[in-house]
């Protein structure tokens, strides 16, 4: 999705073009590899690690707030790094709204009850107004 707003925002490489027809559920390894040589060719620098999971956290937050994801995906979405480095990074330098939404988020979700100690619902509106609250607060860089 990303790639195909690129495209449409002017951004016109040949490996950008074709990574926008790449399928949702792509290896992961294999979309990083595109995504970068699509970077490179557009003469974009790779952002900085704990940046992009901020970004990514955000639009998270957004994608909850917006009705697109519900509360059990966000426990299983992968915005933070592979390296499981990405919470705890926002947990030490992130912003408020950014520390008290990644306090929310399990595992899984079905581990909310033992990993945050919150029942099913109350969780799930906890983690909307903690959504809320970060879609709500100031962008931490362009873009966000």
Same mark, same amino acid.
């Given at each position: 999705?990303?790639? !195909?707003?690129? %495209?449409?925002?002017?951004?016109?490489?040949?490996?950008?073009? +074709?990574? &926008?027809?790449?399928?949702?559920?792509?290896?992961?390894?294999?979309?990083?590899? !595109?995504?970068?040589?699509?970077? /490179?060719?557009?003469?974009?620098?790779?952002?900085?690690?704990?940046?992009?999971?901020?970004? &990514?956290?955000?639009?998270?937050?957004?994608? %909850?707030?917006?009705?697109?994801?519900?509360? /059990? *995906?966000?426990?299983? *979405?992968?915005?933070? /790094?592979?390296?499981?480095?990405?919470? @705890? +990074?926002?947990?030490? /330098?992130? @912003?408020?709204?950014?520390?008290?939404?990644?306090?929310?988020?399990?595992? #899984?979700? #079905? #581990?909310?009850?033992? @990993?945050?100690?919150? *029942?099913?619902? @109350?969780? *799930?509106?906890?983690?909307?107004?903690?959504?809320? &609250?970060?879609?709500?607060?100031?962008?931490?860089?362009?873009? #966000?």
């Amino acid at each position: 999705m990303i790639a !195909a707003e690129a %495209l449409v925002a002017g951004v016109d490489t040949p490996a950008l073009c +074709d990574l &926008a027809g790449w399928p949702r559920g792509a290896n992961t390894r294999d979309l990083r590899e !595109a995504f970068e040589r699509a970077l /490179a060719e557009a003469g974009i620098d790779l952002p900085d690690p704990g940046l992009a999971r901020r970004h &990514a956290l955000r639009r998270l937050a957004a994608r %909850l707030v917006g009705g697109e994801v519900a509360p /059990a *995906d966000v426990a299983t *979405d992968e915005w933070a /790094a592979a390296d499981g480095r990405g919470a @705890t +990074d926002i947990e030490n /330098a992130g @912003t408020a709204e950014e520390r008290a939404f990644v306090s929310l988020i399990p595992q #899984c979700a #079905c #581990c909310t009850g033992y @990993t945050v100690g919150l *029942d099913r619902r @109350t969780w *799930d509106a906890e983690l909307r107004l903690a959504a809320l &609250a970060l879609t709500s607060s100031a962008p931490i860089g362009p873009g #966000c």
